[in-house]
């Protein structure tokens, strides 16, 4: 399973990349393979300073070795070996009118001191942060996230759209990071759901993610927009980094699993703005923006 799914996401990094190229039409992806002393490694694609995306990653990794002692505790285990593989992405476009997206799709396991697996598992899912709500790509995102699932459970979605809503939230600012989209972890075999069933489950969300997200940013990049707009981007940038560096299970396992810093913290945007005590005006777009954050809307139910 380890090797089919790492072949699996070898192919959609270079799907998605090479999509995002020809979209962007200015940059490229530049290419970082890199090595974990501890065993494994992974290869990064970071794009910078584009027509369309100011900055974004779409890294593959697998690591395997000792399961550190801080993440012994974390998932409640004794001495394990483990395997992890995943493709991560993060794209922060240029404009505001264009959303930022994170998908991470991920597979581990865990073996016992004779090399047995003891225990595995899928994760993952999709996710798109807007900066002005545009309630047509909103209801494209999550309907295309819903075809995904209805293929496989047709309980998926509304399980996987409700923990995305509650995993990807600032719970210190009492909003959404974004509108969400699908979350799933510890997808095991169950008795309706075996692993290789697990395996196309994740990879339908997988391959449904460039027909999820690029229309959104085709339709919007050209759309002209206000250095004030810019300046809101930048200030919601900041609640993304609040996200990613204090609740983000990834990012703590790659640090507590002395991952590459480097490519673990490429979700971070290039410009970011924090401004104290800041409020969007009474009746505005951007208060619109914050009032659906608050308040999750059920957006495939009304496409």
């Known amino acids: ?148 699932c209805d293929k496989h459970d047709k309980n998926f979605y509304e399980d996987y759209k409700k923990r995305c809503d509650e995993y990807f939230y600032n719970s210190h600012r009492n909003e959404g990071r974004g509108i969400g989209g699908l979350f799933f972890d510890y997808c095991k075999a169950n008795d309706t759901m075996d692993m290789q069933q697990w395996y196309a489950f994740v990879t339908e969300v997988g391959d449904s993610f460039l027909e999820a997200y690029t229309p959104i940013v085709e339709k919007r990049k050209t759309l002209t927009y206000t250095e004030a707009q810019r300046d809101w981007q930048e200030i919601r940038r900041g609640r993304y980094v609040e996200f990613n560096l204090v609740h983000d299970k990834g990012t703590l396992f790659g640090l507590k699993t002395n991952g590459r810093i480097e490519s673990i913290l490429m979700s971070l945007p290039a410009h970011v703005q924090w401004v104290y005590d800041h409020h969007p005006e009474k009746g505005s777009e951007e208060e619109k923006l914050i009032e659906v954050l608050k308040n999750p809307i059920e957006w495939a139910a009304s496409a």
């Not at 395997?64 to 070996?81: I, R, S, T, W």
């Not at 993060?90 to 865990?110: C, D, G, Q």
């Open 1 to 148: 399973m380890k090797n089919q799914f790492y072949n699996y996401i070898e192919g959609l990094q270079d799907q998605i990349t090479s999509s995002l190229e020809a979209i962007d039409g200015l940059a490229k992806f530049e290419e970082d393979l890199w090595v974990r002393k501890e065993g494994g490694g992974g290869r990064t694609r970071i794009i910078q300073n584009g027509a369309v995306f100011e900055k974004g990653g779409v890294n593959i990794s697998k690591v395997h070795g000792p399961l550190p002692p801080a993440m012994q505790a974390y998932f409640n285990v004794g001495e394990v070996d483990f395997f992890a593989c995943g493709l991560s992405l993060v794209i922060h476009p240029k404009s505001p009118m264009v959303p930022t997206v994170h998908a991470n799709w991920r597979y581990f396991e865990m073996y016992d001191k004779e090399g047995a697996i003891v225990d595995q598992w899928f994760g993952g899912g999709q996710d798109l942060t807007p900066y002005y709500l545009f309630e047509e790509d909103a209801k494209h995102f999550h309907s295309v996230c819903k075809s995904a």
